[in-house]
């Protein structure tokens, strides 16, 4: 049932899983926020703050209950999650069953209908906030797998909004996607959008592909024609907008006397090794660290790398820690890490420095800096914002970038060394290959990737995207 705009309501409301900001309880159970270092934020927040706009998600703590305030001049707007939704929403549809089903099924996806049902609640409750905070008229933008319901459920509470949605992760085939119970409900609810954005053209044509299979809707390149009786027809537009980082703020980071004499101060602490490599993740599945860490173990072993001569840094950063598969991986990496270590370390030098923590962007961009090779080998990835961050702190124009093909950034990253990371002999070569690069080899390849990375940032995918929105013909009703 519609329901009536609020007198004072918003014209700009973005519907994300977590707010832009990150809780902390103290000892009394009262909290603070400070504002959270996501890409998401920094890439909306001059529009936000310009449009006034209001921010709808979750404070990231269960049971907490918090009244709506301002930041910088945007209004945060808390949705309050129970206990039951983080385990059943949260832990389970959203990251036990739609994470690893869109990432290629690498973890086997859990089907269980009481997740579901708490999905649909879920959804239904963030639906309700932003149309409670949407001015007439107003444009609704909604994020990622958590709230795949929410356009449909928000179109029908509110015809008259401009929606879109994005998708950050990828959209996987149809093959894949109609292993999903509900596959049809998901479809129905992502078509509530007059706007669809996708990392890659591929995944876009994989849901339109889905569509065509799954509904009676005529489709004609990126659109959709959806059939609602009065008024009679509605266009929606599937397309891609490759996310990108706030590249110039990460240069210009990156160029501050103390995070370059923090590189040089990394490299002296690991004993001024001949060669280092890095990688930064979120440890995740899907992000490929066992098969990294393999492919350097085996060079260690094959002697290609010299252990004595040579550092791999592993930073993972701590994620979704009460699901299962997360934690197998983890103690996988950690057995593996310290197996390698074991074999091939020294008294003073370990040949893998393996760091289960998340690190301020000064000390990542100084890590980037400090190293020779980067290695981002994910068997799935939406995008990957780790390869353009370490592209953006490149202004010396040296290092090399390792990029799996099966990563968004692959298909923008022209000038990277792409490996398949399921190929471990392939990916032994291409790490070597990397670590030995000629230097004005690197230096033609980081240009060309600089040139992409500085000249396509996130305030460009947000205007983009939001055009693309805007440019959606108003129609009966909206005011
Ligand atoms: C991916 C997803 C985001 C998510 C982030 C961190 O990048 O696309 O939607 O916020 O991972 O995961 P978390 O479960 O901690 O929010």
Redesign the pocket.
Known sequence: MPIDAPHDGHDLVVV???LPVDVTLDEAGEPSWTRSP?GLVTALAPVMSKAEGAWVGWGGSPGLELEPFDVDGTELVPVMLTESDVERY?EGF??DTLWPLYHDVIAPPQFHRQWWDAYRRVNERFAQAAAAKTAHGGTVWV????LQLVPAYLRELRPDLRIGYFH??PFPPLEIFAQLPWRKQVVEGLLGADVIGFQRGGDAANFVRVVRRLTDLTTRGQMITVDEGTPAQRHVRAAAFPISIDSHAFDQLARTPEVQARAAQIRHELGDPEHLLLGVD?L?YTKGIRHRIKAYGELLEDGRLSATETTLVQVASP??ENVGAYQQLRDDVELLVGRINGDHGQVGHAPVQYLHQSFPMEEMAALYLAADVMLVTALRD?MNLVAKEYVAARSDERGALVLSEFTGAADELVGAVLVNPHDIDGMKDAITYAVHMEPREARKRMRRLRRRVLGHDVAAWSQEFLATLTAVPVRDGRG
């Open positions: 994300a899983n977590r996501g949260y959203s990251n994020h990622d797998y958590q950050h992760i979120r995740d994620s979704r939406g």
